[in-house]
């Protein structure tokens, strides 16, 4: 076993294929099911302790591996090396505006396999950083009950368009949309200076959903009082603080509390 492989190793791996495309997922826990969808540049330490959290709470973890090796530590070399090949992979839509990016339909899937796996009302999902809106857009699946937006960086933001852009077909939005009316719920963490996550793009989240958007914006400005850097992204890894009271350690709370809320006593 690779010193990258310990690192997920207590986890069940496994493979799943939809539409022709195989990919290994990792598994662990019992309950509901929670897609965890990994950050650049892959499914680091940081993301599997994640999901340990989350299967802590009382839910059934399972992460898929979409790109990079799984198990290796994130590192400025290997964060080029995968968003370079993020970009000009078909399957994610890194910079056109209005547009739902392929890979939701395996992610969709594999949202329906884990709901069918492990039960309970639906499913949840935290999409994050490059992926980070990708639980959006699967939310036009009546399974997905708690979806999470960490850090939502796609499109990239480019140009003031893509800014507020949400990273989703004018279909898959509306489809969004009306389930939001009809009491389905979106939760957005972001660190206010995150220059890959505009707050133009939660205003977006604002106006087209209302008060069925949760929004969880952590000061990261010059003086905060906790001493977040300006630079902080990934708020639930690489960037998470876990003290009682820090402000990244409330915002996994909220998380872990909102995927308790949906999937343990959901709302009718």
Not at 68 to 94: H, K, L
Not at 108 to 117: F, G, M, N, V, Y
Not at 180 to 200: H, I, W, Y
Request: hydrophobic share 45%; aromatic share 8%; charged share 20%.
């Amino acid at each position: 076993m690779t010193d990258h492989a310990t690192a997920l190793a207590d986890f069940e791996a496994s493979t799943f294929t939809h539409d022709g495309k195989a990919r290994t997922v990792y598994r662990q826990g019992t309950g509901p099911a929670v897609v965890v969808i990994h950050e650049m540049p892959g499914l680091t330490p940081a993301v599997a302790d994640f999901g340990r959290r989350v299967v802590a709470a009382g839910f059934s973890a399972w992460l898929p591996a979409l790109f990079g090796t799984p198990g290796r530590p994130m590192s400025n070399p290997y964060i080029a090396q995968s968003i370079s090949w993020g970009c000009v992979n078909r399957e994610f839509t890194a910079f056109a505006a209005g547009r739902t990016s392929p890979i939701i339909v395996w992610l969709r899937a594999l949202a329906a396999e884990a709901h069918d796996t492990c039960g309970g009302p639906g499913v949840g999902a935290v999409g994050m950083c490059f992926t980070g809106g990708f639980a959006l857009a699967m939310m036009i699946d009546d399974r997905m009950l708690a979806p999470v937006l960490s850090q939502p960086s796609l499109p990239l933001p480019v140009t003031k368009r893509n800014k507020a852009d949400l990273g989703i077909s004018p279909a898959d939005l509306q489809r969004v949309k009306t389930r939001a009316a009809d009491g389905a719920c979106v939760l957005g963490l972001r660190f206010t200076e995150d220059a890959a996550v505009p707050a133009a793009r939660f205003e977006t989240l604002r106006r087209e959903l209302g008060d069925a958007f949760i929004a969880v914006e952590i000061d990261s400005s010059p003086g905060n009082p906790w001493g977040i850097a300006k630079r902080a992204h990934s708020v639930l890894t690489e960037d998470l603080v876990d003290e009682p009271g820090h402000p990244t350690r409330a915002a996994l709370d909220r998380v872990l509390a909102f995927f308790a809320e949906r999937l343990h006593s959901p709302v009718s």
